[in-house]
């Protein structure tokens, strides 16, 4: 049903700064500089391997840029949410229909690329609360038009999303809904012992949802997003570059995960914590 993580979005004020500050972190150009009239707002689109970011700024009136400014407003830049792709919209729909949740009318979408007038289209289906629980989140199939792609990515380039971590207080609720009703693998379902927590993740199109189970007094079932992990392919070098373009990172260190070697990006990611993670180390 649900075959990837579509993409992730990101409120921004200035989208021509938080541009420029992606263009130092991933190493990369937007591919796509768009807008989209009725909603009220303009994006920007960085491409990777698995999964497309999107920045997106209130630049006019409409429900996309109310969207933006309620989430600045209230928590300020950073993630605002993210879809999840699908080939078949209508088999999704049955699906979620069967396990007995209401769904309102697909909304028909369109994107117009500054740089040479092409189009996009897609449809999405925006999800009742009851299974976005918290998380602004929804389904969607790509229609005509395509996100050009990179052939190649240099050793210092970002090239692929490793994982999103989700932090919630109902992990029981979450494995339903997106194991059960979306179709998504749950590859690990673990309490962390060092941590003192439970950790799940799902796996799809390469690239995990980490949930991590936080636990507080609401009474409702509540997700967040809170970061981001890049898988990189030579993390020394990323870090050189970064380093040379005045962006803060720690030093590297071995990720919890084994054979993996880590860094944290303290600066330039309008609020998103942010991991590079190398996934192999060289022998020798």
């Known amino acids: 049903m649900i075959n990837s993580l579509d993409h992730l979005i990101i409120a921004v004020d200035d989208l021509q700064t938080a541009e420029k500050n992606y263009e130092i972190i991933f190493g990369s ?17 960085f491409n990777f391997e698995n999964t497309y970011f999107e920045l997106l700024a209130a630049t006019s009136e409409g429900l996309g840029a109310e969207l933006v400014k309620n989430h ?12 999840l792709g699908t080939n078949s919209l209508d088999a999704c729909r ?37 299974l976005t629980r918290g998380l602004f989140s929804f389904i969607i199939q790509h229609k005509e038009g ?10 210092s380039e970002i090239h692929l999303l490793d994982h999103v971590v989700v932090k919630t207080n109902d992990p029981d ?24 927590k439970r950790i799940l993740f799902f796996r799809v199109n390469k690239t995990t949802i980490e949930v991590v189970e936080e636990k507080n007094s609401d009474s409702e079932a509540n997700d967040s997003l809170w970061g981001l992990a890049w898988e990189v392919k030579d993390i020394n070098s990323t870090r050189k570059r970064l380093l040379s373009q005045k962006v803060e990172i720690s030093e590297i260190k071995k990720g919890i995960k084994e054979n993996t070697l880590v860094a944290t990006i ?3 990611t309008h609020n998103i914590p942010t991991l590079i993670i190398q996934n192999t180390i060289s022998e020798g």
Do not use: C, M
């Open 29 to 45: 150009s937007p591919v796509w500089k768009g807008s989209h009239t009725e909603l009220g707002t303009s994006n920007s689109l």
């Open 72 to 83: 600045i407003s209230q928590k300020g830049e950073g993630l605002l949410g993210f879809a």
């Open 94 to 130: 049955s699906k979620i229909h069967k396990f007995g949740y209401q769904l309102p009318d697909i909304s028909v979408g369109e994107g117009v690329n500054n740089q040479g007038g092409k189009k996009r289209t897609w449809i999405n289906q925006f999800l009742p609360i009851e």
């Open 146 to 155: 395509l996100i050009p792609s990179i052939d190649s990515y240099k050793g």
């Open 173 to 196: 609720g979450f494995i339903k809904i997106y194991k059960d009703v979306f179709g998504i693998r749950l590859a690990l379902d673990s309490f962390i012992e060092a941590w003192k």
């Open 266 to 268: 303290n600066s330039h």
